[in-house]
């Protein structure tokens, strides 16, 4: 399952900052500058920029994968690892560790965030300082809406349907942010070959059909 395998995330984490990259990303944390400057996938396609073109990211140094969507999402800032030399690509993925992940992205891709208050969560005062901050960032910036109106379930897993929520989400924010081509409006209907997705939400399903619609998942 993709909320399952932080390797998956890993790739949608480097596909998700193509919603939001111009010629050169506008913002990129401390030590984490691309050693290359992004450029355009197609001198005919502008609005097409890869965040990581090849080559550009440095190894990683995690002693557990060779992924370069790992060494992607580490150049950028967005994984730090579970310690310094792992990253545990089959590891589950918690809902905290999600929200760092899109924080963290939004840092990268130049998008502002919030100050990161209370916004009526009554489940993560048993996180870290900065694990709560990105929680109410994500929040604050639309990316989720909780489990409920005052919960977040920080410790559960993400599923595969709110994964594709926080994604399109975070897509279309970034997109605003940056004035990318991508399209605005998740399709509702498209080419896709899933069949089990009569208990999906209708925005799950609008998420994840939006998202196989742009390659960032199969």
């Not at 691309?34 to 396609?45: E, W």
């Not at 994968?65 to 918690?94: F, L, Q, R, W």
């Not at 897509?171 to 899933?194: E, L, M, Q, R, W």
């Amino acid at each position: 399952m993709l909320s399952q395998l932080r390797h998956r995330v890993a790739v949608i984490g480097a596909i998700a900052l193509l919603a939001s990259v111009t010629p050169v990303l506008s913002s990129t944390p401390a030590g984490a500058v691309p050693q290359t400057a992004l450029t355009a996938v197609s001198a005919t396609d502008t609005a097409s920029y890869s965040a990581c073109p090849t080559g550009s990211a440095p190894a990683s140094g995690f002693s557990d994968t060779t992924s370069t969507d790992v060494d992607c999402i580490a150049m950028h800032g967005i994984t730090k690892g579970v310690t310094a030399t792992t990253y545990e690509p089959d590891a589950s993925v918690p809902r905290w560790q999600m929200a760092l992940y899109l924080t963290r992205a939004a840092t990268a891709a130049g998008v502002t965030l919030g100050s990161g208050a209370d916004q009526g969560f009554t489940d993560i005062s048993g996180e870290s300082a900065e694990i709560q901050t990105a929680i109410n960032q994500i929040k604050q910036l639309g990316v989720t809406t909780g489990t409920t109106a005052t919960t977040f379930s920080p410790d559960d897993n993400v599923t595969r349907e709110q994964m594709a929520m926080f994604l399109n989400r975070f897509a279309s924010i970034a997109k605003d942010h940056a004035g990318s081509a991508i399209a605005s409006t998740a399709p509702s209907t498209g080419v896709f070959n899933y069949t089990d997705l009569s208990s999906a939400t209708w925005e799950g399903v609008t998420s994840i059909v939006r998202l196989y619609n742009l390659g960032v998942t199969d």
